[in-house]
C-alpha cells in the first residue's frame, strides 16, 4: 500500500509540474526560425527603413504597387523580423512590413501598401483550462464575443503586449503569418462570416488563391488559413474561382491547400504571443474538434495551448484565450463548429471544481439556446532566405465597399527576376467580381465597423468590452495562483514521496 501510495504521488508531481508551456528562449528561437525572416539581427527601430528580399509582381500596375515600378514591373521587398528576448519571461518581438514574398492580384483601383507591423509579447506564456480568459455562454453571449471586428484590439494583460507603432490596423490584426502577411481579425464590416454570411443577404467576400486580399487602407491579410503562407507559389496569381474548387468552397479549400503538411505546422504568431498552426495535429489528425471557443486547443502533454486552422468558423482565432467550451453557436455565420469540446490534454488539466462550473455553464447554455434560433450555416520551417512549409491561415475581415471588388493576390518569385506577366483570363477576373460584391476588407477603426453595425451592435460591444475587461483582470489573478497552485501541489508531492519510507 505504501508502495501504491509513493507512485501516485510520483505521477501527481509529474504531471502538476508538466502542466506549463515550451517558453524557453531555445523554444522561442526554434520558433523563428520557421518565419521567412530577412533579419535575423533584431530588433530594429522602423522594419521598413531594412534591406529585405526583392520580389517583382507583373500583376500589380503602378497603382497598386506597395514598391515601384521598373521597366514596368511592381519592384518591392518583404521585410521580416522576429526577435527573441531572454529573461525570466522570454519574449517575442515580431517587425514585418506586412508584404509577402510572392506576387498579389487585386482589383484595378486597389493598392497594396508596406506597412509597419511592430509588437513585442510574451512567448508562449503559460495559461490555464481552468482560467479561461473567455467564458460565453449563450448565444448572444457567443456572437456578441465573435461576431465583432474589434475583439482582438485587446489583448489578455498575462500577454504583457506591447504596441510598437501607431499603425492603425493593429487594432483588427490577430497575428502575423509565416510569411509576414497580417492575419486579421475573421469578421467582415457587417460583423460576419466574409466567407459564409448570417444573414445571407450579405454576399461572400472573394479572395484570391492565396485566400488573400488588400483592406481599405491596402493592408493585405489574410482571414482564414493559407498553404501559401508555407509554401508561396511563383508568377501570377488566380482568384479564388470554381476553376481551383475556391469559389463558395473557401472553408474546405483553405485545409485542402495542406495536404502536403499534415503533420503540427506553424503558420504564424498571435498578438498574444500564442503560436498559431495548420489544420493538423503532430499525429497527422486533422482538427476538426477539441477546440474551444476562439479556436484554441491544449495539444499536448505539456500544456501548450495554440490556436489551429479549421474549416468552420472562426477559422483561425476569434479571440484571444484560452475559452470555455460552451454548447451555443455564433449567429454571424452559417459554417459554425459542430462543438465546442476539450482536447484529451485540456481535459487531463481541467480541475474538479472547473468541470462543474463548466457544467453549469453548458446547461445554461443550452437553455439560453433552446429559447433562441441558432443560425446553420497552419506551417512548416522557412528560412531566411524564404518561406517553405504548409500554408497559414488567412483570414479575411473585409470591410464593406459597395462599390469596389475583392481583390485576389498573386505569388510572384522571391528573387528580382520575378514572375511572368500572364494576365488574368476573364473568367479568373468573373470570378474575382462575382465572389468580392461586398468590397473591400476592413482595416479601420471600430468605429466604421460600429457604424456598419448600428448602435445595437455598438452597446453590446461596450457591454463586451466590459466583460472582457473584468474577465482580463480574473483571469490575470486566477492564471497566477493556478501556478502557485500547481507548484506547491508538486512540492509537496515530491517532498511526501520522500519521507514517505523514513516515516513507515
Not at 36 to 45: E, F, K, Y
Not at 391 to 417: D, E, F, K, W
Amino acid at each position: 500500500m505504501l508502495y501504491l501510495l509513493r507512485i501516485v504521488l510520483f505521477l501527481s508531481f509529474v504531471a502538476t509540474a508538466s502542466a506549463v508551456a515550451n517558453n524557453s528562449y531555445d523554444n522561442c528561437l526554434q520558433l523563428t526560425a520557421k518565419f521567412a525572416r530577412t533579419l535575423t539581427n533584431g530588433p530594429v527601430a522602423d522594419i521598413r527603413m531594412t534591406t529585405g528580399v526583392n520580389v517583382t509582381c507583373s500583376q500589380l500596375s503602378n497603382i497598386s504597387c506597395p514598391g515601384q515600378m521598373v521597366n514596368g514591373v511592381c519592384t518591392y521587398q518583404q521585410k521580416l523580423a522576429l526577435t527573441c528576448i531572454n529573461g525570466s519571461t522570454v519574449r517575442i518581438r515580431v517587425q514585418s512590413n506586412g508584404l509577402p514574398r510572392r506576387c498579389s492580384l487585386v482589383p484595378l483601383t486597389a493598392r497594396i501598401v508596406e506597412l509597419n507591423i511592430d509588437f513585442e509579447v510574451n512567448f508562449n506564456p503559460d495559461v490555464s483550462v481552468n482560467s479561461p480568459v473567455q467564458s460565453p455562454t449563450s448565444i448572444g453571449d457567443v456572437s456578441n464575443l465573435l461576431c465583432n471586428i474589434t475583439n482582438h484590439a485587446s489583448v489578455p494583460a498575462t500577454s504583457n503586449f506591447v504596441k510598437n507603432t501607431t499603425m492603425a490596423a493593429m487594432d483588427v490584426i490577430a497575428g502575423v503569418a509565416v510569411d509576414g502577411v497580417s492575419i486579421f481579425n475573421v469578421n467582415s464590416a457587417n460583423l460576419v462570416d466574409p466567407f459564409f454570411p448570417n444573414p445571407t443577404s450579405y454576399a461572400a467576400e472573394g479572395a484570391d488563391q492565396c485566400l488573400s486580399h488588400p483592406g481599405g487602407g491596402g493592408e493585405l491579410h489574410y482571414h482564414v488559413a493559407s498553404g501559401c503562407m508555407v509554401n508561396p507559389p511563383s508568377g501570377n496569381l488566380t482568384g479564388c474561382g470554381p476553376d481551383i474548387g475556391c469559389l463558395n468552397n473557401v472553408a474546405n479549400y483553405s485545409v485542402q491547400m495542406f495536404s502536403s503538411n499534415q503533420t503540427l505546422t506553424v503558420i504564424g504568431i498571435a498578438k498574444d504571443g500564442h503560436i498559431i498552426y495548420g489544420p493538423y495535429l503532430s499525429s497527422g489528425v486533422r482538427v476538426t474538434s477539441g477546440f474551444d471557443v476562439c479556436n484554441g486547443m491544449f495539444h499536448d502533454s505539456v500544456g501548450n495551448y495554440g490556436y489551429f486552422a479549421t474549416s468552420t468558423y472562426p477559422y483561425v482565432t476569434g479571440c484571444f484565450g484560452p475559452g470555455n467550451y460552451p454548447n451555443a453557436m455564433p449567429n454571424c455565420t452559417t459554417n459554425p463548429a459542430t462543438a465546442y469540446t476539450k482536447s484529451t490534454y485540456a481535459a487531463s488539466f481541467t480541475t474538479s471544481s472547473s468541470t462543474a462550473a463548466g457544467t453549469a455553464s453548458s446547461s445554461t447554455a443550452a437553455m439560453a439556446s433552446s429559447s433562441s434560433s441558432l443560425s446553420t450555416s497552419a506551417v512548416g520551417s522557412s528560412t531566411s532566405s524564404g518561406a517553405g512549409g504548409s500554408p497559414a491561415s488567412s483570414s479575411t475581415a473585409a470591410m464593406a465597399s459597395s462599390s469596389s471588388s475583392l481583390s485576389t493576390s498573386a505569388v510572384g518569385s522571391s528573387t528580382s527576376s520575378g514572375a511572368g506577366g500572364s494576365s488574368v483570363s476573364s473568367s479568373t477576373s468573373g470570378a474575382m467580381a462575382s465572389s468580392s460584391s461586398t468590397g473591400r476588407s476592413a482595416t479601420s477603426s471600430a468605429a466604421t465597423a460600429s457604424s456598419s453595425a448600428g448602435s445595437s451592435a455598438s452597446s453590446s460591444s461596450t457591454a463586451r468590452s466590459t466583460v472582457s475587461s473584468s474577465s482580463t483582470v480574473r483571469t490575470t489573478s486566477t492564471s497566477s495562483s493556478d501556478k502557485t497552485s500547481h507548484s506547491s501541489w508538486a512540492i509537496l508531492s515530491l517532498f511526501l514521496f520522500i519521507m514517505l519510507p523514513i516515516i513507515h
